[in-house]
């Protein structure tokens, strides 16, 4: 008897040891190798994924669905073919992911389709060349030579964007809306990102809880919030510690003329360093497309306040330093901390009766 209870037990716990991985599905495989685009196809058991050198052949597009938690790393550059497939080329759709590049690149080979047209015309060029979904912490990533736009954030958990490089220098007389990182996502922070290119820097076009420091930023537009369209809100945004170089704009709030239900609330700058080459050094708007025109009285601007440590914006062309056009801006913004010089003298149109007390610009 005893030793029939016995073998029961052993039976069962052998039995439950061999049947787990496939009855539970939950089994994880050791180590996932993606070396091609059929190999990225199925990583859903995969907690760790090593990602080597290969190409995207033309026509193809990956994604990265890896088990919530996965480890993420690349030993070797993944290289896209020309192609005219739509954007994202690549796509991270993980939760709860780390995921380290190792320095490797993405390289989306810009300079086969950079006609100083960007993706208003000429050449169909993808974008964006990176789609992050889901969430995890992402890091030390090189972004090579993205066709237009660079990376875009539409993770659904909180997550980190830290010391990657978008680099499109060599984009400078043909690459267009080489946008860095185009933002739709609550609850992520972005630090120490180097980014060059042709377009925002950063552009948040929706979303809260969002932290953009210690970045830097060269020969594109500026730090952005927008444009905001219609039924878009951005809240609670911190700038802080960045610098922007050799940009057209410095920073912006841009809003659609003809948005309504869309709003822009709670941004604060502080210890940013900032200079604009051509146009405004710090521009809110309503009247985006244009930045001065007839600003827009259906979405609302509130609390935009330089606070914290000293911002400073430099502007070396002949446009105001600092440009504000409101139709609807709201409430006292305070201004303690930003000390612009350069350019022309501000032009503040202040629609909606906000007060902007304190600061030199
Ligand atoms: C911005 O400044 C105003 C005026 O001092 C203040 O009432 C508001 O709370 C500040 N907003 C933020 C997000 O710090």
């Not at 945004?237 to 704009?249: A, C, K, L, P, R």
Request: charged fraction near 15%; include cysteine.
């Amino acid at each position: 008897m005893q030793s029939l209870l016995a073998f029961t037990i052993l039976a069962t716990v052998f039995s439950n040891a061999l049947a787990s991985p496939t009855k539970t599905g939950t089994a994880k495989r050791a180590t996932c190798t993606v070396d091609s685009v059929s190999t990225a196809s199925d990583l859903t058991d995969c907690s760790s994924v090593v990602i080597t050198a290969f190409e995207v052949p033309a026509g193809d597009t990956v994604t990265i669905k890896a088990a919530s938690g996965a480890s993420i790393e690349m030993t070797g550059s993944v290289e896209f073919a020309f192609t005219s497939t739509s954007g994202p080329l690549w796509t991270f759709d993980t939760t709860d992911a780390t995921f380290t590049g190792n320095g490797f690149s993405f390289k989306g080979n810009g300079d086969l389709y950079w006609d100083g047209e960007g993706t208003s015309g000429g050449t169909t060029k993808p974008h964006p060349l990176i789609k992050f979904e889901g969430s995890g912490s992402f890091t030390d990533l090189i972004i090579k030579d993205s066709p237009a736009h660079a990376i875009s954030v539409g993770t659904t958990g909180t997550s980190s964007f830290t010391n990657i490089l978008v680099d499109n220098l060599d984009g400078a007389s043909l690459g267009a809306n080489t946008d860095g990182f185009d933002v739709s996502a609550s609850d992520v922070t972005f630090s120490g990102n180097t980014v060059y290119n042709q377009d925002d820097c950063v552009a948040i076009n929706s979303g809260s809880n969002i932290v953009f420091e210690n970045n830097f930023c060269s020969g594109g537009h500026g730090i952005s919030i927008g444009s905001i369209a219609t039924g878009k809100t951005v809240s609670g945004v911190t700038i802080s510690g960045n610098t922007v170089t050799e940009s057209m704009y410095g920073m912006r709030i841009k809003v659609d003329s003809d948005a309504t239900d869309a709003s822009v609330s709670d941004v604060t700058y502080s210890g940013n360093t900032i200079s604009a080459n051509d146009k405004y050094g710090f521009l809110v708007s309503q009247s985006y497309s244009e930045d001065f025109g007839t600003p827009g009285t259906g979405s609302t601007i509130s609390d935009i306040n330089f606070t914290g440590s000293k911002t400073t914006v430099t502007t070396s062309g002949s446009y105001p330093r600092v440009g504000v056009d409101c139709g609807k801006c709201t409430g006292t913004w305070n201004w303690g901390e930003i000390d612009a010089t350069g350019g022309e003298s501000s032009d503040l149109v202040l629609g909606g009766g906000v007060v902007i007390s304190g600061g030199t610009y």
